[in-house]
Structure formats: structure tokens, C-alpha cells
């Protein structure tokens, strides 16, 4: 019999009959493979000794990348890769229609959602999940870091590129790829709300960073966003694991189930592990907070007041894991960042450009804020913002108006799609108009090349230029480069 299609999205906790047994050895093929989502899975699948191999419709680093690890990839998509597969493994963004899950199914292999093969890389281990609409990718990576200084056999599924400045190139896995099978073996997941991909996940315990309206196509409001939360949540919590909320977000309390498991971060005095002092360094940002009744500094490589409270979010996991807190913050001392995330590119014209992933309301603030702080601005802040998604943009671009005040000038591109359908009337133009009624100097520059232009006539020395959203305007710096020095 074939094998139906596994989604995510359901309010059933998951069951032992949906997992995938890791203690036996299967052929895995991941259609995708190249997504910021399943290339962990791929690795960690493969660490777990499983044969993985995978596809992917255009060649990037990352299929390079899995291919020096072990991992046979192609690009473009064959129904021949799938041929003695065991299982075949897609994301939301793989249409239904692709030719290597027809011919899987065809051939009553089992096709299944990435989150049924994370679910059952969770069911192998003491799985963390570190879930919010802000801020869980860094706050993923400082906590993997923090169980690592206290022991071994900790890996790590975290949907971006972690800066590792021990290696050659400055890039590497936070961990590498322990094998998940080990006994008492740890997993760090960066949990995806998206999809409703964190539903379907055995965690053992969970960090909330926040919550905040977003993927309503998927959710359809913040309720209905709060009641997934709150579910995922509840299971943690009736199971006795660690739940780790934000102290200071009222809709973080709306899931906050109570009891002796849950451990709080933030600057209110009920927090757990509470921040006294934030200040801006040379080199990052020096944190003081409070864990019970000792204090803690850590001098954080990151930049802004956003990711002190990543800091004390994955500190309050870490200490509720058993780790002392002064080690934890010796462990992220040298933490070299996540890719995309206020990274410095270099100089154009004597100005500083920085591109980071930000593309909701509350990141593009925060993200500005550092900005504005940086220790090497001397004139105007720039701010490029690409928005992103038809549907999101539809429900939230009046939502963007205020929260550019902190630069000098505000260009605006036109929509990066990401696979979801246009819209009639959604452009990026209604983000423009939105931001245009509270700032004074607004620029809508549909095209790239309008970008390039106008971003150039902006760049000067002392200037800071900020390129911000989760599309291909990580690539507006190799285009300001390419127009010569």
C-alpha cells in the first residue's frame, strides 16, 4: 500500500506509529535538500548513520557543502534518485507535483514531511526545542554552545549558516554532527512554527523567545498563533520538561501554563534569569544578569539589546539543563554569530554594510537600534528593507510604518515572493506608503537595479547601510561591488 504523505499542522501530539525508527539503517532521500531546513536534517540524519542522498533544483554552497560531508546530492529533480529509497523526505516548499515524490509514491516508498524525520531524530534523543517569532536562530546556537561546555554528545539543527571563527573560512556547523543514536544524547532544534512543524515534535523541553503575529496564512490569527504555542507548551510542561518564557511579552504570558518547570528571562524582577545592565562594547555587548541569587556578566560578541535577551533565554535552559551559569557565558564568549544576522559584509565608499535577516516589524526595530549604536558610525544610517511574502504583506505592511525611525533615509524593494503566490494590488509599494506617513525620507525602488542606485547615492564615509529581509537582498552587496570601487 502507498504510503500517504505526512504533514505537519495537526493538533494531535504525535504518535510512536509516525516516527521513523533511527535504530535501523534506511535509505533516505531528501528532495530540497538545498533549504535552509532540511541540509541539518541531511547531516544529521547522515550522523546518525542513516544513507542519505538528495536533490535540489539549483547547485548552491550548500549542496558543495553536504557533498564534502559524505552526502551524495544532484541538481534538478529525476525519479531515478529515489529508486531502493526507504524513505523520501520533502518540505513545504516542494510542490506536490515534483517527479521524485510521484515516482515515490508510485512505488509505495514512504514520502514524508521533513518534520516526521525530525520528529523522529527527537524521538532518538533529549530534544530542546527553541521556538518564537524572534530571535531563536541565535538564541539556538548560544545554547548548543552553553550544553556543549558541560558535555558531549550534543548536536545541533539550526536552519542557518553558524560563523565559526576557529575554521579557515569563518563558517562551520556549531557542533559538527555527533551521532544522535549515542545514549543520553542531546538535540538543539530551532523549532519552526511556520508549517506548524513544532506541533508535530517530542521535545523534551522548550525555549519561547517571544510571540508575535506572523504566518497568519497558516495560523489565520494571533490566537489562533498563541493556542499552537500554548499546546506545544502544555505537552512539554504535563511531561515534567524545562519550559523557558519571555518574562516581558504579555502574549507570552497567554501560554505560560505555571508550575515549578517553567523558568522566566527578561528585564521584569519575576524573571529567573533577570538582565540588570546592557551596554554597547567595541566588540559587542556586555550583559549582567541575575540567576537566582548570583549575578552573571558575559561580554556577548553579538551586537544590540535584542540579543541580550537571546543571552538570557538560552541561559535559563542552559542552567535549567544543569549548567553553571558563568560557564555558559564563558562558552558564547567566542561565539562567532549567525550568518545573515547583522553580518558586517565590508566598505562601499567608506560606509559600513551590514545585511541581516530581519523582516518583521519588532527585528527591523531592533536591528536599526544596534545599528544606530555601532561604534564606527560617524554619519547617516541607511535602511533597505525587502519585503517579503505576498500574504504577509496583504495582513501586515501598515504594521511596518513606524518602526524605521531610527534612519536617516528608508529605501523600500518590491516583494520577494518565497514561493507564495502574488496577490492583486500587494506590492511592496503599500509597505512604502506605510512608512512614508511616519518618516520623511522614503524611497520605493522596485528593482534591483534602482536598489543599487539609489543605496550608492546614499554610501559615504562615516555612513552605516543596513540591508534587511529573508529573500535575495543578501546578494545587494556583491551588486554594489560589482559597479566597480
Not at 5 to 10: F, I, Q, R, W
Not at 158 to 172: F, K, L
Request: proline share 6%.
Amino acid at each position: 500500500m502507498v504510503q500517504r504523505d505526512e504533514h505537519p499542522a495537526t493538533s494531535d501530539p504525535l504518535t510512536s506509529e509516525r516516527v521513523v525508527d533511527l535504530s535501523t539503517p534506511r535509505r533516505w532521500h531528501l528532495v530540497g535538500v538545498g533549504g535552509p531546513g532540511m541540509a541539518p536534517l541531511a547531516e544529521l540524519l547522515h550522523g546518525a548513520g542513516q544513507s542519505v542522498t538528495g536533490s535540489d533544483i539549483t547547485p548552491s554552497p550548500t549542496l558543495v557543502r553536504l557533498g564534502e560531508r559524505g552526502i551524495r546530492v544532484r541538481t534538478g529533480h529525476d525519479p531515478v534518485a529515489v529508486e531502493g529509497c526507504d524513505v523520501v523526505v520533502f518540505s513545504t516548499a516542494v510542490p506536490s507535483d515534483n517527479p521524485e515524490l510521484v515516482a515515490a509514491r508510485a512505488a509505495a516508498i514512504r514520502v514524508c514531511h521533513r518534520s516526521t524525520a525530525l520528529a523522529s531524530l527527537c524521538a532518538a534523543t533529549r530534544a530542546v526545542g527553541v521556538a518564537g517569532a524572534h530571535g531563536k536562530t541565535t538564541t539556538a546556537a548560544l545554547l548548543a554552545l552553553m550544553l556543549r561546555s558541560d558535555r558531549s554528545g550534543v548536536a545541533d539543527y539550526i536552519g542557518a549558516t553558524v560563523r565559526d571563527p576557529r575554521t579557515e573560512d569563518g563558517r562551520g556547523p556549531v557542533l559538527g554532527v555527533p551521532d544522535v543514536r549515542a545514549s543520553g544524547s542531546t538535540l538543539v532544534i530551532e523549532a519552526d512554527e511556520s508549517d506548524g512543524t513544532i506541533d508535530a515534535l517530542p521535545l523534551a523541553a522548550i525555549a519561547v523567545t517571544n510571540v508575535d503575529v506572523d504566518h497568519l496564512d497558516f495560523w489565520g490569527d494571533l490566537d489562533g498563533l498563541v493556542d499552537g504555542f500554548a499546546r506545544v507548551v502544555g505537552r512539554v510542561a504535563e511531561a515534567g520538561g524545562i519550559v523557558v518564557l519571555n518574562a516581558d511579552d504579555a502574549a507570552s504570558a497567554r501560554i505560560d501554563p505555571g508550575g515549578h518547570s517553567v523558568r522566566r528571562f527578561g528585564w521584569s524582577p519575576r524573571a529567573d534569569v533577570r538582565i540588570d545592565s546592557c551596554a554597547d562594547t567595541d566588540d559587542g555587548t556586555d550583559v549582567v544578569m541575575s540567576v537566582g541569587r548570583s549575578s552573571v556578566r558575559c561580554a556577548l560578541p553579538l551586537r544590540g539589546a535584542h540579543n541580550a535577551m537571546n543571552l538570557a533565554c538560552a541561559l535559563a535552559m542552559a542552567v535549567g539543563w544543569g549548567v553553571e551559569p558563568a560557564d555558559a557565558c564563558r562558552a558564547v564568549e567566542t561565539f562567532g554569530g549567525v550568518e545573515r544576522r547583522f553580518t558586517e559584509m565590508g566598505r562601499r565608499s567608506g560606509a559600513l554594510i551590514i545585511d541581516d535577516y530581519a523582516h518583521l516589524p519588532a527585528e527591523i526595530e531592533a536591528t536599526l537600534a544596534a545599528a544606530a549604536a555601532h561604534p564606527d558610525r560617524r554619519g547617516p544610517l541607511v535602511a533597505v528593507f525587502q519585503p517579503n511574502r505576498f500574504h504577509r504583506i496583504a495582513a501586515m505592511a501598515e504594521d511596518y510604518g513606524p518602526c524605521f525611525g531610527r534612519a536617516d533615509a528608508v529605501i523600500i524593494t518590491d516583494i520577494y515572493a518565497s514561493g507564495t503566490p502574488s496577490i492583486p494590488g500587494v506590492t511592496g509599494k503599500l509597505v512604502a506608503d506605510a512608512v512614508t506617513r511616519s518618516h520623511g525620507n522614503v524611497v520605493w525602488a522596485p528593482s534591483r537595479a534602482d536598489v543599487v542606485r539609489e543605496v550608492s547615492a546614499l554610501l559615504a564615509p562615516g555612513a552605516v547601510c543596513v540591508a534587511m529581509g529573508c529573500g535575495d537582498i543578501a546578494t545587494l552587496w556583491d551588486d554594489l561591488n560589482a559597479g566597480g570601487s
